[in-house]
């Protein structure tokens, strides 16, 4: 059998991501871990988001991984530099993705990023737009209200579009911004609503779409595809969590419906 | 002082690989060869496209390069994975980013790959396509004029709009077609005219932009980043052939207007 690759976020947030990985790359096999019992990590301590995301790691390595995606804002900008350097098998984050992808499409050279308090405070978008292009202008703004919003599963009524209406209204005084990175995994399941309010102006970018192109780029130069196209394996979905959420997704939004579902315990 | 990243292209259609290089990464040092003298390599025999390919990288290897990109759809069809083989550096070819950004692109599953006559004979980029994804359909038709026409310099003329009017009458029969990937690095030049004859059903993807995506991504996982933000090195141009076409392009299409321009022998 062939070697899955394994995805982790804090909750639900980061099907958004197995949901492109399954598209972009169908011959694949999937293992995702939400540990929405501790959900949202984006407003935790830094020592709780390390030991937490460790603990999701070491269960999905027990499955014999051969690459991971930190499916999680919070914990990429907290944890990947720590698990590149520990783990035995190529690790990939979301924040360098959504960067390149932004500095691909902007062409008034200003990116706006919104995400979680802690991935806001870390300014990690900022520094790996600044690492390849110095001369970028970037405006970044924490939407605490997003994850609680989506994870809660009322992300349909008019009390959502208030509040994406109201966190995103710093757009409106900075007219040079052309592209907006959701530097939440979660984020994307609100997409449309956001690219509503923003408006045409603004190209939004999904940290999601653009970790499916690199996780196949990486697949190509460490040697890693699936080389059987005869067997199809269906994602296996785990989360410390209730599962209900994670079953409506999965269904209606992510046509993931194959997608086996299970409840598991992180010690 | 930093290694640079070497280019590689039969003629000037690498250029736009360049451009979108140099945009994207502004802090790295390129270095380009184009080999004009012995353009198009698209019609030529397989024996000569590999002994061309290798002499000029040869001559790149001399400036201590530290990734090697193969700007040219022919010679990646049929020497990429030479290439890899044998050198001690990462080396991209630009079939694969194409292939991936279409993957990713297309909602329909059908895409159409237009280029070279070698590059369409080789069916290279439906392997990539369908090694990633087994069930994706594909149209692949070669464009044997273009690259001449780009080469002329006279691609504003009335006639070039007939040739490729002529040349893509084959989408109008594939209703189901909703990206078409230039597999070709010289066809960008004439991108805008490409669009305006498809018209807007059809997303037009350049594998100039995205190799410069893949080439980012692969900076990062070898940890080949320019590190100093200070000097910032213009790209050096090197042809075989005439520096007119090059002159002009560099100028006015490709915004590279202080990179150095030299002629060279290939022995």
């Not at 871990?33 to 390595?61: A, F, H």
């Amino acid at each position: 059998m062939e070697r899955p690759i394994g995805v982790i976020d804090s909750g639900v947030g980061g099907l958004t991501v197995l949901h492109e990985l399954k598209r972009q790359l169908p011959k694949e096999q999937f293992i995702y871990l939400g540990d929405t019992l501790r959900c949202p990590y984006g407003s935790k301590g830094e020592e709780e988001v390390i030991q937490y995301t460790w603990e999701m790691v070491n269960y999905l390595m027990k499955f014999d991984i051969k690459m991971l995606v930190i499916a999680c804002n919070t914990a990429t900008a907290l944890v990947l530099e720590q698990l590149k350097q520990n783990l035995p098998i190529p690790v990939i984050g979301v924040i360098e993705p959504g960067a390149r992808a932004a500095i691909k499409a902007t062409q008034s050279n200003h990116v706006a990023i919104i995400g979680t308090e802690n991935t806001i405070h870390s300014q990690a978008y900022e520094h790996a737009l600044i690492r390849i292009k110095p001369n970028i202008d970037t405006t970044a703004v924490a939407c605490p209200k997003f994850v609680p919003l989506i994870e809660s599963g009322n992300f349909v009524l008019e009390e959502a579009k208030e509040i994406v209406e109201e966190s995103l209204e710093f757009i409106n005084h900075y007219p040079t911004i052309d592209t907006l990175i959701l530097g939440c995994t979660h984020y994307p399941i609100i997409q449309s609503l956001i690219e509503e309010v923003v408006g045409p102006r603004v190209t939004v970018l999904s940290s999601a779409v653009e970790t499916g192109f690199e996780v196949s780029t990486l697949l190509t130069f460490y040697n890693l595809y699936h080389a059987n196209t005869e067997e199809i394996h269906e994602p296996a979905i785990f989360t410390t969590g209730k599962l209900h959420v994670f079953q409506r997704l999965k269904e209606d939004i992510f046509q993931l419906k194959n997608a086996s579902l299970k409840h598991i315990t992180l010690s």
